[in-house]
């Protein structure tokens, strides 16, 4: 599966920005989809994932957690990351990735993933 990420941008802080990340070449049944993020001169890190699919198994980072909700859209094959209260340490290239060999003890790795949008930025000023 190809992924497309899209919808970043600029934003003050307390702002929100909605990430959208949609597939093609097939379909997201059965994968684990996740946000990474990653800022200048740091790792890649795990932001919020749908693993396998299962809208009952949503995980996210601490630091996110009521400020961010991740959600899909079996019909258009899309998975969104809402991200409101934006803060400035937010800031960073985000990423969505796809696998659908992931386990649950190493999905906020992105080593697990081998399909990946092509990154979206996202600017929070202060």
């Known amino acids: 599966v190809q992924l497309q990420a899209s919808g970043g941008g600029l934003v003050q802080a307390g702002g929100s920005l909605r990430l959208s990340c949609a597939a093609s070449?097939?379909?997201?049944?059965?994968?684990?989809v996740t946000w990474f993020r990653q800022a200048p001169g740091k790792e890649r890190e795990f932001v919020a994932g749908?693993?396998?699919?299962?809208?009952?198994?949503?995980y996210y980072k601490d630091s996110v957690k009521g400020r961010f909700t991740i959600s899909r859209d079996v019909a258009r094959k899309t998975v969104y990351l809402q991200m409101n209260s934006l803060k400035p340490e937010d800031t960073a290239v985000y990423y969505c990735?796809?696998?659908?060999?992931?386990?649950?003890?190493?999905?906020?790795?992105?080593?697990?993933?081998?399909?990946w949008g092509q990154g979206t930025q996202v600017t929070v000023s202060s």
């Open positions: 749908i693993f396998r699919w299962n809208i009952n198994n949503l």
């Open positions: 990735a796809a696998s659908s060999r992931v386990i649950l003890s190493t999905f906020r790795l992105s080593s697990s993933y081998d399909s």
């Open positions: 070449g097939g379909t997201f049944s059965g994968y684990t």
